[in-house]
DNA sequence: GTTAGCACTCAAACGGTTAGAGTGCTAACA
DNA sequence: TGTTAGCACTCTAACCGTTTGAGTGCTAAC
């Protein structure tokens, strides 16, 4: 073991302490903390020891000491170790009112859960929050449905299992009478109801040409409708809320790191990756991860943690919520929060799915 | 007249200076100008009568000039008459190169050419850019699309004039068979299509819950759907971009402004009124107004001015765009490029229509 | 192994000085 | 009478030396 019982807890003080302040902490302060009953001196030499071994660093010879990310990260594997260990209902959080009246609430916008979920988020734990939107790959068709707009353009509507509803208007080359309209949709949606994206492979494809006739381009574009249901970055969109709360953290607002992170959020490029793709199936579901300064694969959030937990709506619908905040967040409220939220969602799935 | 020829001369060399520097400006300055061949001591005189009249005003004693509201006020609007004056061709900006790719290539989904235009306006002209989706309400209803879901589920998929659709998923009280969601559809297309929302009256509904048979609760979902499509909130969306623009003016950054303002759009709250509401008929929708300072009727822009315009995508489908910069912005730049990407808008979609 | 003591370091706050930009006023000028 | 040169005055921002206080590292004693 690298750090002995005492050097542990000391680093934890020391994090404890600055999470709470945002100042540097020095040796006096954690003496006259009960657990650590030594005289200044003592921590003076633990923490020198420390700040060799990368755990904290001094921003200047005569400050006091700042966790490094090897810290936080020792500060955080400690504590999710713990949470996994103690009973799970223990500290689970619950959500707080508003989300619980959301929650319980069904709504069936999915959109419209994600946004609010995010915006419930962010306002309590005064961090910036971040909703992916359904990551529908593995969903499954429920139904589509095709309906004439004006000459040579028709309104396509998608749904997908979890009831996300897109809509497409294709341009096509040639005019359908209400009567052709009728049948190819009759034909689409009894070939292709409840099948995933997979599951329409090349032979089905030729297959809908054949059966449809003449009307082999009106099929293709249709199809590629489909396909961008399931696949376009539009149709599963990141739903951001608070990204002011960063002005509440002087250590990210300096320079122009302010702008350079609400710029992100604004544009919500890169912020897929900052979340993590949805990744293999081995992880739970449950799985909470939290990122540290440099570990976050986005370079205007080197400053920042980001913790992330995957969500999901049942049919295999999935989606992630990332919290962003300072690294010095307070992870345990954090991940207690999700961790509360990613319950209470299952538990309502659960429940409407039966 | 309240201001001779000369003071006149001397206030708009001094907001132009102003524009270009961001720093108060003194006498000395003004008096090197070509135009204004006078000694510093003249000029000094008649800023001291400007500061008067209060046209213009000092941070500091012995600090230059900086305009008040009231000197921007009056500078806008001469530039306007001017800018009415003239031929209008003369100094129509085209839109830059991407909004010109932008706007020539069709594209049918209303929203993301809204978002695609706030996106361009901003980066062109390093201001903050919003723009509200299309307001309906005098819009006329294409068509609507009932399809069953699920048990107890409808999907009602509504089109608008400007190719506006919204889904809306409705839980209903009855089962309905497919050949009952056939017929309600039907119906319901044949009755509603084409007309507005004040054409659909009491009168209308009652007739079509006769129709309906005893299909009451259904009709009364789907019409409320339809309302909502026309009025809801969400069915004029606003997007907004370059937010981070903000950071490049110092004026709008000081204390907890750059965080209220950013908060302001990106809640989107307070944003219609920011924008101002679609107004009468008698205003010209190539019209073009500037709020400045106070004027603006949103707390957190008291210190922005805002320039508006109104677009049309035939129809009568109305939206407004917004563009949002310091008072010191430049007004000529952003009028003349509104004024060219209206010009453009209208051309598309007068030819569309044809 | 722990602690008291002490010299040392450094950032931040304080205060006085200076430089410079710009003003208002007055008196002379055309 | 309008314009200008000259001058004293004001105020901010920058500069600089000093002080303060928090915190350290090291050493020697317990």
């Known amino acids: 073991m690298e750090l002995d019982e005492r050097k542990q807890k000391i680093l934890y003080a020391i994090i404890q302490n600055y999470q709470e302040t945002g100042e540097p902490v020095g040796s006096r302060t954690i003496s006259k903390m009960d657990a650590l009953n030594f005289s200044p001196a003592t921590i003076r ?57 959301l929650l319980t ?5 999915v959109e419209e859960l994600l946004l609010k979920m995010a915006q419930i988020l962010a306002a309590n734990t005064n961090y910036t929050t971040m909703v992916t939107g359904p990551h529908s790959r593995r969903n499954k068709l429920k139904f589509l449905q095709l309906s004439a707009m004006e000459d040579r353009k028709i309104l396509a ?10 809509n497409n208007i294709l341009e ?21 109801n409840g ?36 696949a376009k970055e539009d149709s599963y969109p990141i739903y951001t809320s608070g990204a002011t709360n960063i002005f509440r953290y002087p250590e990210l607002t300096g320079g122009d790191k302010a702008s350079e992170l609400i710029s992100t959020l604004e544009e919500k ?57 300072p690294k010095r967040m307070n992870y345990q409220k954090v991940v207690d929060t999700l961790k509360g939220t990613m319950h209470q969602l299952d538990g309502i799935f659960k429940k409407s799915e039966e």
Chains 1, 2 share one sequence.
């Open 269 to 325: 490029k890169e912020l897929g990756s900052a979340i993590g793709e949805i990744s293999n199936d081995s992880e739970s579901h449950q799985d909470i991860r939290v990122y540290i300064g440099d570990e976050v694969p986005v370079d205007s959030m080197k400053d920042c943690s980001v913790v992330t937990a995957t969500y999901e709506l049942g049919d295999g619908v999935q989606g992630k919520i990332g919290i962003i905040g």
């Open 157 to 166: 509507v998608v749904v997908l299992g979890g009831n996300i509803v897109k």
């Open 45 to 101: 030499n633990e923490m020198a020891d420390l700040e060799e071994l990368g755990y904290i660093v001094q921003p200047h010879t005569s400050a006091g000491r700042v966790p490094t990310d090897k810290g936080y990260r020792f500060y955080v594997d400690r504590m999710l170790a713990e949470r996994a260990e103690s009973d799970p209902r223990k500290d689970l959080q619950l959500p707080a009112a508003p989300m619980q009246e």
């Open 172 to 192: 096509i080359d040639e005019e359908l009478s209400q009567e052709t309209l009728l049948n190819l949709n009759f034909m689409l949606n009894n070939r292709l």
């Open 105 to 109: 609430k069904r709504i069936d916008r």
């Open 195 to 230: 099948l995933s994206l997979e599951e329409i492979n090349l032979g089905l494809i030729s297959q809908l040409k054949e059966e449809a006739g003449g009307h082999i381009g009106v099929i293709e574009k249709v199809l590629d409708a489909v396909a961008d249901t399931f």
